[in-house]
């Protein structure tokens, strides 16, 4: 089952520019780093709140580290700006991808790859989902291999 929104996914140019802009704005606090060599990103996660299936909900703020990777390509055609909506499962993310292919939606992978803090994650194609690409995110420590 979907429980939350995971986080929401916004390209900019410059990271520290932007996290500081939605620390400074908002008062949001600090920010986890990571880069992402598989998706070309380097990422900051502000957490906004917790959850009630003991997770978060999270600004993911995205700046692209090859010119090749889906948010470079995304950047140079719309500017900055919101990328994607993830929602978080209670279970496992393939199952729930699985549930959603059956409905006739794309599911970009054909098995879950690594995201944000540890989560196992994927993709839903936005054309299938009204213009809003959507990812699905199994938080760290609920997948059997985490056990
Ligand atoms: C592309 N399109 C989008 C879009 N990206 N529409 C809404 N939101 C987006 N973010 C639209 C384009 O405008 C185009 O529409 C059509 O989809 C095809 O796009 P394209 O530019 O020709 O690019 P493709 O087909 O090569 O790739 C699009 C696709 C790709 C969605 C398949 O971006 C992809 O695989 N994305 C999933 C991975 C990803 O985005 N990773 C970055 C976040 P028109 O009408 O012009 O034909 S990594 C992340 O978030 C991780 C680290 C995490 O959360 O933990």
């Known amino acids: 089952m979907l429980t939350r929104i995971d986080h929401i996914g916004i390209a ?4 520290e ?9 908002y008062g949001f606090g600090d920010a986890h780093y990571e880069t992402n060599q598989e998706q070309g990103v380097r ?3 502000l957490r906004i709140n917790t959850t009630g299936d003991g997770a978060a909900s999270y600004l993911q ?6 010119d090749d990777s889906p948010v470079a390509k995304w950047l140079a ?8 909506i993830a929602f978080g ?5 393939q199952d729930e991808a699985d549930g959603i292919a059956s409905k006739g939606v794309r599911v970009l992978y054909d098995a879950p790859r690594n995201g944000s803090m540890g989560s196992r994650i994927t993709f839903l194609h936005p054309k299938d989902c ?12 609920t997948a059997p291999q985490d056990g």
Not at 12 to 15: A, P
Not at 89 to 93: F, L, Q, Y
Not at 133 to 141: C, D, R, S
């Open 77 to 84: 055609k719309n500017g900055e700006g919101v990328h994607h």
């Open 43 to 45: 990422e900051a996660m």
């Open 17 to 25: 520019a932007t996290v500081a802009f939605y620390q400074e704005t």
């Open 89 to 93: 499962t209670d279970g496992d993310v």
């Open 130 to 141: 009204h213009g809003v690409l959507t990812e699905l995110v199994q938080k760290a420590g």
């Open 12 to 15: 900019c140019h410059d990271l």
């Open 61 to 66: 703020l995205l700046t692209p580290i090859r």
